[in-house]
């Protein structure tokens, strides 16, 4: 007998489990897009990447820009073919530790300026270095904090075998 009312169960993990998916593509994006700003630093003729990096004295502020391109980019395509949650949330916990220890060994030696984490973007733009700098930690907190809460979540869904259920 049909009275009229719908019965539908919803899933709370599934909430999670989409923003878990959602975050890891934001993430991926910010990588490709990080490392597209410092390729386009790299490539261009901005003043001040031909000197030695603060932290790796041995290389040139240009050199390590590269580098961490390479090494988001390599992230990013780990991302995308990768499809195990918490392999995914690692990677991204990995490579924010690695941006942050590089931040904190900036501190560490004294260096007083601002991060070049987003490329020479400042110098073609009326966007000051000190802002730039802001928008780069805001990202790095999202990536971390982001990472961390991924991942913590992907290893709780490992451990319970059935979902949970909410009848509405």
Known sequence: ??????????????????????????????????????????????????????LFDFLTTRQVL????????????????????????????????????????LAAVGFDGHCPCLGALNYGLPISPAVMDRLALGLLVFLVAGSLWCGWSALKDQREPEPREVRC
């Open 1 to 54: 007998m049909n009275t009229g009312t719908m019965e539908f169960t919803v899933n709370r993990d599934s909430y999670e489990h989409f923003a878990q998916h959602w975050f890891v593509r934001i993430a991926m994006g910010v990588l490709v897009i990080t490392a597209i700003l410092k390729l386009f630093s790299v490539a261009s003729e901005a003043r001040g990447l031909g000197i030695s990096d603060p």
């Open 66 to 105: 590269l580098l961490a391109a390479m090494f988001e980019l390599t992230v990013a395509a780990a991302l995308f073919m990768n499809r195990n949650l918490l392999t995914r949330c690692g990677l991204l916990l990995w490579i924010s530790a690695v941006f942050v220890a590089y931040r904190v060994g």
